[in-house]
């Protein structure tokens, strides 16, 4: 995976003002190559086909729809051939799924669960019964719509959630619109909440109208069917790509939303109204648990928030369940202008009737055994002229949630081409966002990582040491910035974190800690791409050694900037962002910060600036609860970019030893004769930011393997 690497640039002088026309639905083109299929298992193909499906976001959204395949298989106690229907299993994504992401169940057994059914008041008990048709001790949970396929006549059964027939859908004309383009082939159910009842009433309905290839489920999505998987994939495609030809056809003579009554900024000034309001609305919803934002401008979200019909549109929320269930029943929408001459009032006034309204929404709607409610912040923040927000626990989650959300535009989009948009009824949101059996799934999530919801910018990034924090603080859960004036170095980091992280939680910045403005500018987009700003590790770094007299004015100004003027204005920088929701600084600095070495005054006098530095903000963080520590490493040298230089050289001459020594030098001179690594001092900066060393500021903890002369009492 090539990585990019951002750098300062005017982007309004390279995209200007973006002048958003008609946004089509996306045509799907079938992906399915018959080389690539014809030595797959039954089952890979059922692999193969949904991957494909997945794969495409105007096909289904992520984590969102379902395939299934009944296929023959011995039964691993008997040796006969049995039905087995394979479905994709509880929480997976088609996209991304393996082999075993699917659950498998013996098909008997699952069409004799009818005769246990009670009728909708006891629906959610039939998941229960669902483990006891499993196949093979199979280990994937069975998801809610296991019924939805197993009760239909076909061996292969498709369920994707398109925006092009969740518009049909979705609109009050869809099932006659749906009629005409398909000419009696797809049928339509009305609404009901997917489920055991919502199987058997399709296999009935389907047994009625033999002639269907496909059925919409009003408000929800599509279920297609086919004898092969090649046939089953193909079906499916074609119904979507019918739907959205038909309504890009309207689009042509009917402007989406009723038309724009504003423009959009251009395309810098909306990142620097992101870069400004992210952090705000991050400090009012964070307080009892940080989470990461994500910003999106693209043409389809513009279109929406400039047009006449955005505010109607938005307050009414989503149709889809697999939309509210990520977005909450409605977003939130800001006026810039307020925004600008709020000064914070305006936000917090919004924020807190959205979080009354939600309270009230509960209310209203919850059941003697509903779970508590939830977080009742937004998810979705709409800003006219500028585009949408969303803040969620995760990157992922908050990206996802942006995904969706578009998602449900283009549904409003295509559903008011066709008539009017008809959103879920309050009720059955509530149903379904508080459904006990989503509860249990949240419950089944792995444990919050320590770091999870946390942002930190490291300098340095592309370094030994950079890289090895970098490493450390993604396995806690952060999102991580790194900067490096080495754009190699810096792009070749990227590739290996994202390619072991999650990428999401990987960005890159190249910048010189010693240009304010660039340094200014790396910030912006670490608040852009997340929100805000938890942990600074200050480490980029360079070293030098010359005796006094050899040490020119022009080494020592080097190693000034670098050492103490980076350290400042980052440090700068990163007040601003913490002051509210507190955070933790880190100074990489130096046994030298204590220890004088010989022939390298311009250094260790820099590494002692920078030491004393932390000390003052540990002073003036305090009260914000911004927590300022250093660690002093030594005589890091394997993975040191520092080390491959002259410095190694210098080091060598000066004790009159021979570079190949140097390690086994610094080794034995240790009072407990180790080396010392990046992953060491990694593991000190993880102790000061994390919860582990909540109670200490103003601290330094050396990792050098002992050295006396650097003791700091």
Aim: a negative charge; hydrophobic letters at 40%; glycine letters at 8%.
């Amino acid at each position: 995976m090539k990585s990019i690497i951002f750098y300062v640039c005017n982007l309004d002088s390279i995209l200007g003002n973006i002048t958003v026309a008609t946004n089509e639905l996306t045509i799907p083109e079938p992906l399915w190559v018959d080389a690539e299929a014809s030595a797959l298992t039954d089952q890979e193909l059922l692999l193969y086909r949904s991957n494909l499906l997945g794969s495409n976001l105007a096909v289904t959204n992520f984590g969102g729809g379902n395939t299934s395949s009944e296929l023959k298989m011995p039964d691993p106690l008997t040796g006969e051939e049995v039905e087995v229907l394979w479905v994709k299993g509880s929480g997976g994504d088609l996209g991304s799924m393996a082999l075993n992401g699917f659950a498998t169940l013996y098909v008997e057994k699952l069409l004799q669960l009818e005769n246990k059914y009670r009728g909708l008041e006891f629906e959610d008990e039939m998941v229960g019964y669902l483990p006891h048709c499993t196949f093979n001790l199979n280990p994937r949970a069975a998801s809610i719509d296991t019924p939805l396929h197993g009760f239909l006549p076909f061996a292969h059964v498709d369920h994707v959630h398109p925006d092009a027939l969740i518009a049909i859908a979705a609109a009050d004309m869809g099932e006659a619109f749906s009629e005409d383009i398909y000419e009696g082939k797809v049928g339509w159910l009305p609404w009901q909440r997917p489920g055991f009842d919502l199987g058997l009433r399709m296999r009935d309905y389907v047994n009625a109208n033999p002639h269907l290839n496909g059925i919409i489920l009003e408000g929800h999505g599509l279920f297609s069917w086919g004898d092969t998987s090649t046939d089953c994939y193909a079906n499916t495609i074609d119904i979507i790509a019918k739907a959205a030809r038909a309504l890009n056809d309207r689009l042509i003579h009917k402007p989406g939303f009723a038309g724009a009554v504003v423009d959009a900024e251009p395309h810098g000034r909306r990142a620097e109204i992101a870069a400004q309001i992210m952090p705000q609305i991050r400090a009012h919803i964070g307080q009892s648990a940080q989470t990461i934002g994500h910003f999106i401008d693209t043409p389809e979200v513009l279109d929406f928030v400039n047009s006449k019909s955005f505010e109607e549109l938005a307050e009414k929320g989503t149709s889809c369940p697999d939309h509210f269930l990520r977005t909450k029943i409605k977003p939130i929408i800001l006026s810039v202008e307020k925004l600008d001459q709020g000064e914070g009032v305006y936000l917090e006034n919004t924020l807190e009737q959205y979080r009354r309204d939600y309270e009230a929404y509960y209310e209203r709607c919850h059941h003697a055994d509903s779970p508590d409610m939830r977080d009742s912040n937004p998810v979705v923040y709409l800003i006219p002229q500028v585009g949408m927000i969303t803040f969620a626990k995760d990157k992922s989650t908050a990206r996802i949630a942006g995904e969706f959300y578009v998602n449900a535009i283009n549904v409003m989009r295509g559903a008011t081409l066709i008539g009017n948009y008809v959103n879920i009824d309050e009720q059955e949101a509530f149903n379904i966002e508080y459904w006990l059996l989503e509860e249990a799934k949240l419950k089944r999530m792995p444990p919050k990582k320590s770091l999870e919801g946390q942002v930190a910018y490291i300098t340095g990034g592309a370094g030994g040491i950079g890289k090895a924090v970098a490493i450390r603080l993604l396995q806690d859960g952060a999102c991580v910035v790194l900067t490096d004036i080495d754009n190699d170095a810096l792009d070749a980091a990227s590739e290996e974190l994202a390619s072991t992280f999650n990428p999401d939680c990987v960005r890159v910045f190249a910048a010189d800690v010693t240009d304010e403005e660039q340094v200014a500018a790396s910030f912006a987009y670490t608040v852009r791409e997340y929100g805000g700003l938890d942990i600074l590790v200050a480490n980029a770094g360079i070293a030098s050694s010359a005796p006094i007299e050899e040490t020119t004015l022009g080494l020592w100004q080097k190693n000034f900037q670098v050492l103490a003027q980076g350290y400042f204005l980052v440090a700068r920088e990163a007040f601003s962002l913490m002051k509210s929701l507190g955070g933790s600084i880190v100074f990489v600095a130096s046994k030298n910060a204590l220890a004088a070495s010989p022939n390298a005054s311009a250094y260790c006098s820099a590494k002692a600036s920078e030491l004393h530095l932390a000390r003052c903000l540990a002073l003036e963080g305090a009260p914000y609860g911004i927590r300022v520590n250093s660690v002093n490493p030594d005589a890091v040298i394997r993975g040191s970019k520092i080390w491959s230089g002259d410095w190694r050289k210098e080091r060598a001459g000066a004790y009159g030893i021979e570079q190949s020594e140097l390690e086994q030098h610094y080794r034995e001179r240790s009072l407990l004769k180790r080396s010392v690594y990046p992953e060491d001092i990694a593991e000190a900066i993880s102790f000061f930011v994390s919860e582990h060393s909540a109670k200490s500021t103003g601290n330094i903890l050396n990792v050098d393997a002992g050295n006396a002369a650097a003791f700091v009492r």
